[in-house]
């Protein structure tokens, strides 16, 4: 039994962990997030294959958000990561990606990530990868006035999530994080990268790249943090297992090889201190220049 993207053999797995759920309320959590995932299947099918190169240039110019421009070298790994993130995904991104698969796939709540975006976030904050703006809009950012950037390369994310926040206006930036950055702006007290490593290609230690090329961004004493997805290092489910397989193949995902011994070595050798805390297969960490 398929539903055109994802195997029998991960639903057959889905239904096993569903039999092991605590009580009604958990039953009803995962038959809800059942309806989901077929939804998500359907979509990535047909938004399968629009995949491009080339070099693009992007003005940002929708009514009532400040904008800027940028000239993109995009590659074809590069571009097959955040392609999955069309208009219709989006619209489900909250309800499979925050709602179910971090709690019975990935085993590690949302509120997790939360959390840990509650206790760094500033004020004059940059956000890369924005998703949806779930973690903006859901956050505090105590009083004052907010200063927001949102940096990812994918418009319908930048919009989605720009909407989602415009009581704060924000800045949106349409950049390649795997390249040098070069934007006229002021630094930021803190930037967050959640969800973000486990969908750019290569291994981890040259995706951590993108805390080089994001570090003249930062204050002194500025705070970076973020969450991403592993596989080696920490406790994966087989239904975690099973769907990174899927992931990994479709180009969704490129994290077969990230390990959280890689990113504790990263870490150590570019911050003066840091934390990591797992959860799951989830590594949620957080670093002080």
Known sequence: MENGCFPGTLIKQFAKDFTQAQDRSEWAEFAGGAIIFYNVGFRIKADGGRIQNGRQRHALNEPGHKTKEVILEISRAVERGQAIYSKPILTVYDLWVLGFSNKFIWKCPTYNILNNFNEHVSSNHLDIGVGTGYF????????????????????????????????????????????????????????????????????????????????????????????????????????????????????????????????????TKKYSSFSITTHGCVAIFSAIK
Do not use: W
Request: hydrophobic share 35%.
């Open 136 to 267: 903006l809009d859901k956050c505090q950012f105590g009083t004052g006035n907010v200063n927001i950037a949102l940096m990812d390369l994918n418009q319908n994310s930048l919009d989605e999530a720009a909407k989602r926040i415009e009581r704060y206006n924000p800045v949106k930036y349409k950049v390649n994080v795997l390249e040098k950055i070069n934007i006229d702006t002021d630094r930021f007290d803190s930037i967050s990268l959640n969800y973000l490593f486990h969908c750019l290609p290569g291994n981890l230690t040259e995706k951590l790249i993108v805390l080089d090329n994001v570090d003249h961004l930062l204050n002194e004493s500025g705070v970076i943090f973020g969450s991403t997805i592993l596989t080696s290092g920490v406790n994966t489910s087989r239904s975690a297992k099973a769907l990174m397989r899927i992931y990994n193949k479709k180009g969704i995902f490129d994290n077969s090889t990230d390990s959280l011994d890689d990113l504790k070595k990263y870490l």
